[in-house]
Nanobody, 121 residues
Framework: VQLVESGGGLVQPGGSLRLSCVAT????????IGWFRQAPGKEREGLSC????????SLADSVKGRFTIYRDPAKNTVYLQMNNLQPEDAAVYYC???????????????WGQGTQVTVSS
């Protein structure tokens, strides 16, 4: 079982990034996927999640209007499109999978290693 995030990097304030979460080793299509982030000295924050079919999504208030989550079943991939990034968005971003329940809280079964996002001019 493996989740691998990619797409992080350095971006200027107001810029955009698209993070990818690729899953292998489990029935990805039946799992809900969530995105989380953790900045140094802060607790992990749930950002967004998407249902198994991809028809239901949830976004935290802190990223509504700026982030979008979607999935491509053919590629076993979930994306997090992040627009208008600000310095406070800098963190390590993680994706995670769960096979029951829905939402950005609660237990997730599998986690990736994370990808660093830095927002600076």
């Amino acid at each position: 079982v493996q989740l691998v995030e990619s797409g992080g990097g350095l971006v200027q304030p107001g810029g955009s990034l698209r993070l990818s979460c690729v899953a292998t080793g489990f029935r990805f299509r039946y799992h809900r996927i969530g995105w989380f982030r953790q900045a140094p000295g802060k607790e992990r924050e749930g950002l967004s999640c998407i249902s198994s079919p991809g028809d239901t999504t949830s976004l935290a208030d802190s990223v509504k209007g700026r982030f979008t989550i979607y999935r491509d079943p053919a590629k076993n991939t979930v994306y997090l499109q992040m627009n208008n990034l600000q310095p406070e968005d800098a963190a390590v971003y993680y994706c995670a999978a769960r096979n029951s329940g829905f939402g950005i809280t609660g237990r997730y079964d599998y986690w990736g290693q994370g990808t660093q996002v830095t927002v600076s001019s």
